[in-house]
């Protein structure tokens, strides 16, 4: 028996770019995270493509959401619980983090003009940009903005380039444990659940992304 599936694209549309934008992300960053093209993603937000139910489970991983099927009878609970969540908090967090690792590639740009052999500056421009593909907490940021003091610090006092060292040896160990957390959630995510479906809880109207993407 075959379920017809009956939601709005344009409706999925808006919540994508939405979460794109909560994250801070550009679509050529969402690109990388998803593997999709980011003229591909350019075209679902602007609804001038259908999108792919393949499609759209890269791009919700990609914006760390998850898409389910809800009884519809449940649909209601699950909207107040998804409305709960402190989504302000999540992009004031996302935006002071891109505005931290912007300065710290900016300084470290600039002192690396006047330093062109010093490859610690361009190391850590190089995990500045890696690390804006993560999701980082108040205390990351103390390792970010450490960098950027030792960079200014060293700009003015070449003679301080152990504390220049030992803050790129701290950046670089968060970004390793970043990205070693996320392959461990990827990993995770992979071994996948056996579910059932009680005949009483099927509705052939059930859509499955007019919550998750909330």
Same mark, same amino acid.
């Given at each position: ?54 499609? %759209? ?24 619980? $998804?409305?709960?969540?402190? $989504?302000? +908090? ?21 002192? +690396?003009?006047?330093?062109?052999? =010093?490859?610690?500056?361009? /190391? ?5 940009? *890696? ?6 907490? @108040? ?7 450490? +960098?950027?003091?030792?960079?200014? =610090? ?9 504390? %220049? ?16 957390? @996320? ?10 659940? @056996?579910?059932?479906?009680?005949? *009483?809880?099927?509705?052939?109207? /059930? ?8």
């Amino acid at each position: 028996m075959g379920i017809k599936l009956i939601y709005s694209t344009e409706h999925i549309a808006k919540k994508l770019k939405r979460a794109r934008e909560a994250h801070g992300l550009s679509q050529r960053e969402l690109s990388t995270k998803s593997g999709l093209p980011q003229s591909h993603i350019s075209k679902i937000e602007s609804g001038a493509v259908d999108l792919r139910l393949s499609s %759209l489970v890269q791009l919700t991983h990609a914006l760390e959401l998850k898409l389910m099927l809800v009884p519809r009878r449940s649909i209601s609970a699950v909207n107040s619980i $998804v409305r709960g969540y402190p $989504v302000q +908090a999540a992009d004031k967090g996302a935006r002071q983090a891109r505005e931290d690792l912007t300065q710290l590639k900016v300084h470290a740009a600039r002192v +690396a003009r006047m330093h062109p052999t =010093m490859t610690e500056l361009a /190391w850590l421009q190089r995990i500045a940009r *890696d690390l804006v593909h993560y999701r980082i907490s @108040a205390a990351d940021l103390q390792v970010v903005g450490a +960098a950027t003091e030792a960079v200014k =610090m060293f700009e003015n006092d070449s003679a301080s380039i152990d504390a %220049l060292r030992n803050a790129l040896a701290r950046i670089d160990k968060l970004r390793n444990t970043l990205a070693h957390d @996320a392959v461990q959630r990827l990993d995770a995510e992979r071994v996948l659940p @056996a579910y059932s479906l009680d005949e *009483d809880d099927y509705d052939s109207s /059930w859509c499955p992304w007019n919550t998750a993407l909330r």
